[in-house]
């Protein structure tokens, strides 16, 4: 289906886009436009103008600091991710990047569009709030930083107000981590996803079974623990033509085992 007409503009810089999403309520930040694109063809949404960020230098980029710690801006592209030297000092990440989509969609989606998404299915909220990562938000009146855990507010809902720009995300370091997931074929978005790192801890991110991520904290990286650290979450995930909730229930406790047992290796 072809789009209604839409205004259209590519700032050279953060603070122009950020004038231009606060001027207006209509407008929308375009990142790599595989969500937002395909849902204005089917008028799921209507956006007033694109503020296209993909000129904004700042936002880009992958560093890694001299403790470990990752910054990733938030228009690095799935591709990147996976073949940045830089990102392997957390190689979870580009793992699961390399799981997303197909080649082209990881050659133009980011990870700051794939997080703003906030869509339950997507492999890397979860895969954030187990990380412990650090969601710096820049707007009018500032920059200001939001844990993961706290970032994802509902469905396609987060802490991104408007006027707002997602700018980059922040890693601790670290390298026990790991990821499972039950995707609709081989390269389809998730039924049910669970994330770990047992990092001086153990935290277990669980996707698809709720709006955000369902962060938990075992006592041990036991299975037993694990089990019943899900058990306890009282989960009441959504049914849909994919799974009913009890199915996906029960593979949140499988996939929880299974990313911690991935962490431990």
Do not use: W
């Not at 074929?185 to 369902?214: F, H, K, R, Y």
């Not at 849909?240 to 909730?245: G, I, L, Q, R």
Request: proline share 5%; glycine share 12%; net charge negative.
């Amino acid at each position: 289906m072809l789009l209604r007409e839409v205004g259209y503009a590519r700032p050279g810089s953060l603070g122009e886009a950020i004038e231009l999403l606060a001027a207006d309520d209509g407008a929308r930040a375009l990142a790599g436009g595989q969500t937002l694109i395909n849902v204005m063809k089917a008028r799921a949404g209507s956006p007033d103008a694109l503020i296209d960020l993909a000129g904004i230098e700042e936002l880009k980029g992958i560093e890694l600091r001299a403790d470990g710690t990752l910054e990733i801006g938030a228009m690095a592209t799935y591709t990147e991710l996976v073949e940045s030297s830089e990102a392997r000092a957390r190689p979870i990440i580009g793992e699961v990047c390399a799981q997303i989509a197909d080649v082209q969609v990881r050659n133009r989606g980011t990870i700051g569009g794939n997080l703003c998404t906030s869509d339950p299915t997507n492999h890397l909220p979860p895969l954030m709030a187990a990380l412990g990562a650090q969601m710096t938000i820049a707007g009018a009146g500032g920059e200001r930083t939001v844990p993961a855990s706290e970032f994802f507010l509902g469905v396609y809902m987060t802490a991104v107000g408007v006027g707002e720009v997602l700018t980059k995300i922040t890693v601790p370091a670290g390298r026990s981590d790991g990821f499972a997931a039950v995707t609709l074929g081989v390269e389809g978005t998730c039924i049910a996803s669970a994330a770990a790192s047992v990092n001086g801890g153990v935290t277990i991110a669980l996707g698809c079974v709720d709006a955000v991520p369902v962060v938990l904290h075992p006592g041990s990286v036991d299975e037993d623990a694990v089990r019943e650290a899900v058990r306890d979450a009282n989960l009441d995930p959504p049914s849909d033509v994919h799974a009913p909730s009890s199915y996906r229930k029960h593979l949140a406790e499988v996939l929880a085992v299974r990313a911690v047992n991935q962490a431990r290796s």
